[in-house]
T-cell receptor
Framework: AQSVTQLDSHVSVSEGTPVLLRCNYSSSYSPSLFWYVQHPNKGLQLLLKYTSAATLVKGINGFEAEFKKSETSFHLTKPSAHMSDAAEYFCVVSEHSGNTPLVFGKGTRLSVIA | DTGVSQDPRHKITKRGQNVTFRCDPISEHNRLYWYRQTLGQGPEFLTYFQNEAQLEKSRLLSDRFSAERPKGSFSTLEIQRTEQGDSAMYLC?????????????FGPGTRLLVL
């Protein structure tokens, strides 16, 4: 069975400082991993995805994530936070092959302080 | 806008009433998923369709819940005899599979409040 653990329920950073949102996963198969963002009263938006190609994945809005199989991690980073980055972030896993739904973590709320 | 759309966006109902939600996927997507998201939690899978066939249902989907996708295009999710515990955001996503890759695109959700 697949599962995702987001290690922080809330992260607060100052504008212009780096962002790190931590995620560990568990999967019996070669996983696909995703980060989605959810702004208040908006739908989930895909930030980036890993599907067994390059381990360093670049996404939208300057975010990137690195797949580390040995650590079963897929942490999300951004060099410099912007006020508009404040939102809920979800780390998500699915099996790389076969018909499986997405399994979401509980989310990390990112606050950006001016 | 060619994204996933859901209707209504908000629904308030009294306990015991039936409600129905609609999802229109991205037009070329043959897969459609329903998820439920309660406050402070990540979305949880309910069910999914490939074309008109319902291929998987979660244990979360009690017998009061039914979903259809009659022509392989839009889908409906009905909740009968609603309970206060059904209050949640109901999310729809659609996708198409390219080789071994699949990415799901989400609609804005329907927020249900059962009084």
């Amino acid at each position: 069975a697949q599962s995702v653990t987001q290690l922080d329920s809330h992260v607060s950073v100052s504008e212009g400082t780096p962002v790190l949102l931590r995620c560990n996963y568990s999967s019996s198969y070669s996983p696909s991993l995703f980060w989605y963002v959810q702004h208040p009263n908006k739908g989930l938006q895909l930030l980036l995805k890993y599907t067994s190609a390059a381990t360093l994945v670049k996404g939208i809005n300057g975010f990137e994530a690195e797949f580390k199989k040995s650590e079963t991690s897929f942490h999300l980073t951004k060099p410099s936070a912007h006020m508009s980055d404040a939102a809920e972030y979800f780390c998500v896993v699915s099996e790389h092959s076969g018909n499986t739904p997405l399994v979401f973590g509980k989310g990390t709320r990112l606050s950006v302080i001016a | 806008d060619t994204g996933v759309s859901q209707d209504p966006r908000h629904k308030i109902t009294k306990r015991g009433q039936n409600v129905t939600f609609r999802c229109d996927p991205i037009s070329e997507h043959n897969r459609l998923y329903w998820y439920r998201q309660t406050l402070g939690q990540g979305p949880e899978f309910l069910t999914y369709f490939q074309n008109e066939a319902q291929l998987e249902k979660s244990r979360l989907l009690s017998d009061r819940f039914s979903a259809e996708r009659p022509k392989g295009s839009f889908s409906t999710l009905e909740i009968q005899r609603t309970e206060q515990g059904d209050s949640a955001m109901y999310l729809c996503a659609s996708s198409t599979r390219t080789g071994a890759e699949e990415t799901q695109y989400f609609g804005p959700g329907t927020r249900l409040l059962v009084l």
